[in-house]
């Protein structure tokens, strides 16, 4: 069975004059039944020590095992640490900016049993979100859902390309998903359905 586990908890801040500040993606690790070990986005570059504290708690991984690297977008606060991952095949949406060496994606693919690519437009061109079937659906958002009030109020990213698309999105995730990762937060359950991750 697919399992996702949140190496580290992205955070979203902004100054008065709505410029980000201190932000960080979330960064998720899924474990695939058939033996893969997928990470989804990599954080901002000067949270590399965190996220090398993250894999050193877990014991039984480490960056060399990771297969595949997931950017959900290509702004660098979800790429910034992609050089940790030697070893993996690096997946971007063809309407991003190409990140050097990656593999282009152009339409909705399965890349493990259960785990499952879909283009979620709106925030960026070429954003995509992972669907990831466990013992529930988990929904790795990145900024199509940057944080739990855009997909429980319906709100667009505010940094955005097309708030039709990004609204259509978040209904899209929203529809299929039990729970939701957030591009900067924590898991978060759809109201009625469970929260409950490995």
Known sequence: MNTVD???PGHLERNDDGSLDNTYSTVTLIRTGDGRRIIVDTSSPWMYP????AFRKKRDIYPNDVDTVVLTHNHTDHTGNVEMFPNAKVLI???????PGAEIIYEDQEIAPGVLLVHTPGHTRGSMSVFVQTDRRVAIAGDAVPLSDNLLKEIPPRQNTDPAAALSSIRAIAAWADVVIPGHGVPFPLPGRRLRLH
Not at 50 to 53: D, I, V
Request: proline residues 0%; without cysteine.
């Open 93 to 99: 949406h063809e309407g991003e900016i190409v990140f």
């Open 6 to 8: 949140v190496l580290l």
């Open 50 to 53: 965190e996220l090398m504290a």
